[in-house]
């Protein structure tokens, strides 16, 4: 009678077994062993490398750029508000250089806002406040040009239309602008995390590697006393080369985005923040004019948007080493003035900066002139000191911007080269793994070969 036929996978058991008691076979399950580690130390370190290379390449040309963009839909928002109140304090006609700037503003922000909807994640987020974007702006120049024809015909009521305009980007725009802007900063922050994530598995799969080739190779050196299989010592220096060629990238790699992650991302956010600071503060010491007083803080009877320039100004600059709030000679620590000359990398990001401070100080003592003046019934001699041009808190104003924008394009350009050296130290690497990793298998296959013909 016979037996009845085993299944196939406990068959090629029965067989294994049977081969592992000899020599021959043992040689053949360790070949397959080490060719199999090493095709997974190959395959795991390439996919790992490839993935922190993708991320690194988002954070140069993808997720840094888009918040880059978003904080320039708020900066020109803010400041085509800030404009529109400037140009009405002029009564009448507005100055074509004040037009031009508004249009200039609306324009880029309207520009920008195409761009991030072609160029968004797709997060609910994100569409919802482009939406909002898109649907408010249109309101929100049609007042601002309502208010500018009554302006122009003398009626008072073009200031109505003005505050209103400016209620509507202040509560709708650039809150909507505000949250665009920090959820393209947090997919940036997400990018970096995944590029400066240690391949663990891959060094782990390396380690491993290592180890099996050593135990091979005693274990060939006991039984046969030669002290090199020239197979397994080529997949021991090819796994070793991948592995160092790993390390020794990544932390490169790693180190250089540290570098534009916190001299260059984390500067441009403080250095965006400050800019936009200083272009709220300025609308409001317009709007303070435009109001004549008229609107209050429900809360304190206090001048809303007095109130407002002063809580933009603590932002920016803090009550520095002055009394009074009169503008001293250093930011408060911890201030986005502060903060923005510890982040900044260099003479050529630390000098604009320090020109920014001492200009917010005299802007601050000329406001406060400003605001004496404006109290005590002389509404023109304020206007003068606010926009009547030299020695004027709008001159004042405009240098700061102005320096604030050169340390943001000395911040973005010292950004650019470290982002760069950073996903360079990551080329190569994934297809040097793989090819490595295969030269290592073959190596260890042959090696394996080589005492497997010994037996023949």
Request: glycine share 10%.
């Amino acid at each position: 009678m016979s037996q009845p036929q085993q299944p196939a996978w406990r068959e090629g058991a029965t067989r294994l077994r049977a081969a592992a008691t000899t020599e021959p076979g043992r040689l053949r399950i360790i070949g397959a062993a080490l060719a199999a580690v090493l095709a997974v130390f190959g395959g795991v370190t390439a996919w790992q490398v490839s993935d922190r290379s993708a991320a690194a390449d988002a954070v140069v040309a993808h997720s840094q750029p888009l918040s880059a963009d978003a904080a320039s839909i708020y900066r020109s928002l803010a400041d085509a508000d800030t404009t529109a109140a400037s140009g009405f304090l002029t009564g009448g006609q507005e100055p074509k250089t004040t037009r031009d700037r508004y249009d200039q503003d609306i324009a880029l922000a309207s520009e920008l806002l195409v761009k991030a909807a072609a160029n968004t994640s797709g997060s609910d987020t994100e569409r919802r406040q482009i939406a909002t974007l898109n649907k408010q702006l249109p309101v929100y120049t049609g007042l601002v040009d309502t208010a500018r024809a009554n302006n122009r015909q003398g009626l008072p009521l073009g200031g109505a239309y003005l505050r209103y305009a400016s209620e509507r980007m202040r509560g709708e725009l650039l809150p909507a602008a505000s949250a665009l802007y920090e959820a393209e900063t947090g997919r940036l922050g997400s990018d970096y995390r995944d590029a400066k994530a240690w391949p663990w598995a891959a060094l782990a799969a390396g380690i491993v590697a290592l180890g099996a080739l050593g135990w091979a190779q005693r274990r060939n050196y006991l039984r046969t006393n030669r002290v090199f299989n020239h197979g397994l010592l080529a997949a021991t220096a090819a796994t070793a080369v991948v592995l160092l060629w790993l390390v020794a990238g990544h932390t490169v790699a790693r180190a250089e985005l540290d570098n534009s992650d916190r001299h260059g991302a984390q500067s441009l956010q403080v250095l965006n923040e400050a800019r936009i600071s200083s272009l709220q503060a300025r609308g409001d010491e317009n709007l303070t004019l435009v109001s004549r007083g008229s609107v209050l803080d429900p809360a304190t009877g206090d001048d809303l948007y007095e109130a407002s320039f002063q809580k933009d100004m603590k932002r920016l600059f803090g009550n520095g080493d002055n009394s009074g709030g009169t503008g001293g000679t250093a930011p408060a620590p911890g201030s986005l003035l502060d903060r923005a000359g510890a982040l900044a990398d260099g003479a050529a990001g630390r000098d604009p900066v320090a020109k920014a401070v001492t200009d917010v100080g005299q802007w601050l003592r000329q406001h406060s002139a400003a605001r004496t003046a404006d109290v005590s019934g002389d509404y023109k001699g304020a206007l003068q000191m606010v926009n009547g041009g030299k020695d004027s808190t709008g001159e004042s104003f405009d240098r700061v911007d102005s320096e604030l924008q050169q340390a943001l394009s000395h911040e973005q350009a010292q950004f650019r080269h470290a982002a760069d050296n950073g996903r360079g130290a990551l080329t190569g690497l994934t297809a040097g793994a793989a090819v490595l990793a295969l030269l290592a298998a073959t190596g260890a296959v042959l090696g394996i070969g080589r005492r497997l013909s010994e037996y023949r």
